[in-house]
């Protein structure tokens, strides 16, 4: 089944605490993202990234890293979580450079105390 | 800069009322993608469609359709005869081609009531 996943579905963590949300793709698409999802914000990209190696800034890069080392992964690194990066979190990749309609993960839930 | 507005943060409309859903975006690019997205209770992300610039052929599939104005900078989204389980938050989008960033609306969430 064509799946985009992502873990931990929920994480509860403390300020400060490095954490790495993953996330995994089967559909060998090239285009991946993370987006965070806020009240009354709609959805902002994170991070994207156009295939292996190649990774670019969204709207809201602050306070996140990612990696592509592999075609499939996608994970996205808080280094220094803050309670302002409390949000639901969503991976998505595409077959095209991102023009192409975009398969969602399930979200991971983040909470940052 | 790009930027999309769904002015409209929630709907609430009865069983077979037809409703649009508004969306106005800016840019200055003359080609670009235009998304819709659906985001059930449940949470997930479902895409519904997408148009690119130079398209602006209205779109009908089922009971959903959309009409694309480029004077206006508009992609609008309307359900005829609208059902409970069209209940869920709405958001338009737009990407510049081959620049490969973003740009979501806050979204519109639609009540649909038996």
């Known amino acids: 089944e064509a799946q985009v996943t992502q873990n931990p579905r929920y994480l509860i963590t403390v300020t400060g605490k490095k954490l790495t949300v993953t996330c995994s793709q089967n559909m060998n698409h090239e285009y991946m993202s993370w987006y965070r999802q806020d009240p009354g914000l709609g959805l902002r990209q994170i991070y994207y990234s156009m295939n292996v190696e190649v990774t670019d800034k969204g709207d809201v890069p602050e306070g996140y890293k990612v990696s592509r080392k592999e075609k499939r992964n996608f994970p996205l690194i808080l280094e220094s979580p803050s309670p302002n990066q409390t949000s639901l979190y969503f991976c998505a990749s595409s077959a095209g450079q991102g023009i192409d309609e975009q398969y969602f993960g399930p979200g991971t839930r983040l909470t940052v105390t | 800069a790009q930027k999309v507005t769904q002015a409209q943060t929630e709907i609430s409309v009865v069983e077979k009322e037809d409703v649009t859903l508004d969306c106005v975006y800016e840019t200055r690019d003359t080609t670009y993608y235009l998304f819709w997205y659906k985001q059930p209770p449940s949470g997930e992300l479902v895409f519904l469609i997408r148009r690119n610039s130079f398209d602006e052929q209205n779109e009908i599939s089922g009971r959903y359709s959309w009409n694309f104005q480029k004077s206006t900078s508009s992609f609008n989204f309307t359900i005829t005869a609208s059902q409970v389980v069209d209940s869920a938050v709405y958001f338009c989008?737009?990407?510049?081609?081959?620049?490969?960033?973003?740009?979501f609306g806050s979204g519109t969430k639609l009540n649909v009531k038996p």
């Open positions: 989008a737009l990407v510049k081609y081959n620049f490969n960033k973003f740009y």
